[in-house]
């Protein structure tokens, strides 16, 4: 499954679900060899809703300690 944008846009439960089993494939340009593929199944996957400890989003803001700037600790 090559995913969209709108992939995104679903619910996180049925979106985790749905990876289960594709692959992850990149293509790596070698200068002698020409294009090499990685890839890997996805045999297991977590589900983390904002408000969850467990998520990264979950502190919400954090201040960036070397700029004072304000992220999202997630993005």
């Not at 985790?16 to 297991?44: C, M, P, V, Y």
């Amino acid at each position: 499954m090559i995913v969209s944008a709108t992939f995104f846009d679903r619910e996180p439960l049925g979106r985790a679900q749905s990876l289960i089993g594709e692959f992850l494939r990149r293509r790596i340009n070698h200068s002698a060899h020409g294009d090499i593929w990685r890839s890997a199944k996805i045999t297991e996957t977590e589900v983390y809703y904002q408000a969850q400890r467990g998520s990264h989003s979950s502190p919400g803001f954090t201040e960036n300690p070397t700029s004072g700037e304000h992220t999202i600790t997630n993005c």
